[in-house]
Every structure is written in structure tokens, then in C-alpha cells.
T-cell receptor
Framework: KQEVTQIPAALSVPEGENLVLNCSFT??????LQWFRQDPGKGLTSLLL?????REQTSGRLNASLDKSSGRSTLYIAASQPGDSATYLC????????????FGTGTKLQVIP | DAGITQSPRHKVTETGTPVTLRCHQT?????MYWYRQDPGHGLRLIHY???????DKGEVSDGYSVSRSKTEDFLLTLESATSSQTSVYFC?????????????FGPGTRLLVL
């Protein structure tokens, strides 16, 4: 059974700092990996999707990498802003569709002005 | 947001009563999903649908049933609500663009079972 871990559970950084969020998974036979953002009391917003054949994806100040062999993905946020404060979730897609997705429990990020 | 709405957004109910949550989408997506989110567990799949009248169980389906009589609506029913079903429920769809498939979520329903 796939297990997805996100460490740390919470992170507090000063504004402007570059930061890395980590996601590790136990089964490397994955279909894709998706990073989401969740604001308090809200649903999940898709940030980046990496297919299993890809190594990284970029969108603005965000860069996500994938290393299947080591079972790791990182989400890099450049020049953090207070508006980046949210919980970040990674979701590992198993082969067979989204019924095989396993979510991590998230990293709660606070960016201090 | 892929045109996903959920109703109600908040509900308080009593143990033993049936509860139905509704997910509505406006973009004709084939695949729809119901998840629950609980502290320390992340999101867990309850049921999913791959078309009208086509549904299947997810990881935590006990005590829940679903129905999909129209493409746009996916209903989740708690047959006899228990306190352990207090949670936040999210509906999602998956959308294919080229060779990529991305999941999009609704705003969630907060359910409290007393």
C-alpha cells in the first residue's frame, strides 16, 4: 500500500525566503504526482502536476521536482510572500487512475511579513 | 475551479439520521470522486464514479453509498450517520488535457454528527 509522508507538518519562514517542501512515497510505481494548495476552510487548488516520466514542472515562483527512484518530490517556492501561507498537499497517483491516489497529510506554511 | 459546487456547505445532524451531500459539475466530466478529510489522515477516497450509474468503492466506503443518475450530479449518502463520520467532505473531478490528467476539487462540506 502506498504511503505518502510530508515533513515538516508545519513551517514558518520570513517573507522573501526561498523554501522547499518535501514529499516522500514508498512505492515508486506511480502514474503522476500532484501538488495542491489548501487555504483554511477551502477546497484544494492544483498547483503543479508531474507525470511519472517527467523530472520537474515549473509555474511562476513554484518548481516541483520528482525522483521516482528515491521516492521523493520537492516543491520549491522562490521569494516567499505572506499570500503563500496555506497548507500544501502532495498527492501520488497510482497506476489505474485517480481511484489510486494517495494524499499526504500536508505541510502548513506560514510566511511572516 | 472546473465548475464544481457542493451542497450543503455546512450541516449538523444527529446520530442515526440519513444525510445526503450533493456534488454538481457543469463541464460534463466523466470521472467524479468523493473524499473525506480528517486531521492526521489526509484525504481518503470514499467512492468514485466513471459515468452515469457507474460507481465503485474507495478506501473508506463502509457506511456510505453514492448515486449518479446524471452526468452533472454525484450524490453521497450517509445511510445512518455516526459521530465517526464527522468530517469535511470534498467532491472532485478529473480532467484530461493532452496526455495529462489533473484533479480539481469542490469547496467542501463540513458535516458534524452529534
Amino acid at each position: 500500500k502506498q504511503e505518502v509522508t510530508q515533513i515538516p507538518a508545519a513551517l514558518s519562514v520570513p517573507e522573501g525566503e526561498n523554501l522547499v517542501l518535501n514529499c516522500s512515497f514508498t512505492d515508486s510505481a506511480i502514474y503522476n504526482l500532484q501538488w495542491f494548495r489548501q487555504d483554511p476552510g477551502k477546497g484544494l487548488t492544483s498547483l503543479l502536476l508531474i507525470q511519472s516520466s517527467q523530472r520537474e514542472q515549473t509555474s511562476g515562483r513554484l518548481n516541483a521536482s520528482l525522483d521516482k527512484s528515491s521516492g521523493r518530490s520537492t516543491l520549491y517556492i522562490a521569494a516567499s510572500q505572506p499570500g503563500d501561507s496555506a497548507t500544501y498537499l502532495c498527492a501520488v497517483g497510482g497506476i489505474g487512475g485517480y481511484q489510486k491516489v494517495t494524499f499526504g497529510t500536508g505541510t502548513k506554511l506560514q510566511v511572516i511579513p | 475551479d472546473a465548475g464544481i459546487t457542493q451542497s450543503p456547505r455546512h450541516k449538523v445532524t444527529e446520530t442515526g439520521t440519513p444525510v445526503t451531500l450533493r456534488c454538481h459539475q457543469t463541464e460534463n466530466h466523466r470521472y467524479m470522486y468523493w473524499y473525506r478529510q480528517d486531521p492526521g489522515h489526509g484525504l481518503r477516497l470514499i467512492h468514485y464514479s466513471y459515468g452515469v450509474k457507474d460507481t465503485d468503492k474507495g478506501e473508506v466506503s463502509d457506511g456510505y453509498s453514492v448515486s449518479r443518475s446524471k452526468t452533472e450530479d454525484f450524490l453521497l449518502t450517509l445511510e445512518s450517520a455516526t459521530s465517526s463520520q464527522t468530517s469535511v467532505y470534498f467532491c472532485a473531478i478529473s480532467e484530461s488535457t493532452g496526455n495529462q490528467e489533473t484533479q480539481y476539487f469542490g469547496p467542501g462540506t463540513r458535516l458534524l454528527v452529534l
